[in-house]
């Protein structure tokens, strides 16, 4: 018989159960990774938990797989179990064999490589960049007070890809193409920011499609970046 320490980082989670309790599995609580995607502490924690797991030489299976990109993320982090309604949803116990013989996991999971702990700049870069996409449109839509940074310098995903936080040996051409994007990002960003402050709110919402076009040519350019490493 072994045991699990379910929905581990919530509630009364201690350090000490790692030590004390017989425990050979961490369930990784669903809220952790449910928004990993676009929550950029959500991924931190995630990554601490799974980091403290391979210390105490414990399995982990993560809660709230919801879709191939979750376990994407997941397995890019090191992580190779995991549970979710992305894997199945729950069913009777009569059913589960049936299930078992025709699934297959999607193929895409069975392709991406484990990225190595001094790597993951650009797997924290897409979270942010997302993170920050949500806080704009919040604000432009009256949910917060401010707008998330509009200088590309001061926003976190421009942080995680600074020359100095990149490991060595990266290709600067391919960089300096993400940069440019970035820049064009933020310059359209607070171009928009102008319009919604002066109230020209049909300029603002068109060019909310080009900034959303962009977006999408920054984080296909991002994992280009990633597929080359």
Request: charged letters at 25%.
């Amino acid at each position: 018989m072994s045991f699990a320490l379910d929905d581990f980082g919530t509630g009364y989670s201690s350090l000490t159960y790692l030590k004390r309790l017989p425990a050979s599995v961490l369930k990784i609580d669903q809220s952790f990774v449910s928004d990993m995607l676009e929550d950029p502490e959500n991924l931190s924690i995630l990554e601490g938990i799974l980091g403290l797991a391979s210390a105490f030489h414990r399995q982990v299976i993560a809660e709230g797989v919801e879709t191939v990109e979750h376990g994407l993320m997941l397995l890019q982090l090191g992580c190779e179990l995991a549970q979710g309604y992305g894997i199945a949803r729950p069913m009777p116990a009569r059913e589960f064999a049936r299930w078992l013989s025709g699934w297959r996991p999607d193929p895409r999971w069975a392709e991406v490589p484990s990225v190595h702990s001094g790597n993951r700049a650009l797997l924290y870069a897409r979270v942010e960049h997302r993170a920050w996409i949500a806080a704009f449109e919040a604000f432009l839509q009256g949910k917060r007070h401010a707008p998330p940074p509009l200088d590309q310098h001061q926003c976190r995903f421009g942080m995680c890809l600074t020359p100095r936080g990149r490991p060595a040996g990266d290709r600067e051409p391919a960089y300096r193409s993400v940069e440019a994007l970035h820049r064009q990002f933020h310059d359209l960003g607070a171009e928009i920011f102008a319009a919604q402050a002066q109230g020209r709110n049909f300029e603002k919402l068109g060019r909310l499609d080009e900034l959303h076009g962009l977006s999408d040519d920054l984080l296909e350019q991002l994992e280009m970046l990633r597929q080359e490493r």
